[in-house]
């Protein structure tokens, strides 16, 4: 098991910035990645950014690419979603998911195994 637990979200102007923290615990050693996903009322879950636990590689979907910043701290076991630049239609509920799996398209939710409770974001504009 990896619980994991978001904190950071919240109520922000259109343009503003927010950080995410999601802390990992547990077995930390079998996660080889960590993703963020997001999900807006009446709509799917999407993909927003993903890293791998050793390596430090990151991904992101385009909508956020050059606004977002994906990050860790292996120390803390916590990994951080840095939101600059927000809009309205970033709006949504974000978790943090970990995958245990070596290999996998890693901007699929399907490919993660851990998934943390959530926490709402509100770009007003």
């Known amino acids: 098991q990896v619980p994991l637990v978001e904190s950071g979200g919240g109520l922000v102007q259109a343009g503003g910035s927010l950080r995410l923290s999601c802390a990992a615990s547990?077995?930390?050693?079998?996660?080889?990645?960590m993703g963020w996903f997001r999900q807006a009322a009446g709509k799917e879950r999407e993909f927003v950014a993903t890293i791998r636990w050793s390596g430090g590689t990151s991904y992101y979907a385009d909508s956020v690419k050059g606004r977002f910043t994906i990050s860790r701290d292996n120390a803390k076991d916590t990994v951080y979603l840095q939101m600059n630049s927000l809009k309205p239609e970033d709006t949504a509920v974000y978790s943090c998911a970990a995958s245990t799996r070596p290999v996998g398209v890693r901007t699929s939710a399907s490919n993660y195994d851990y998934w943390g409770q959530g926490t709402q974001v509100t770009v007003s504009s």
């Open positions: 547990g077995r930390t050693f079998s996660t080889y990645a």
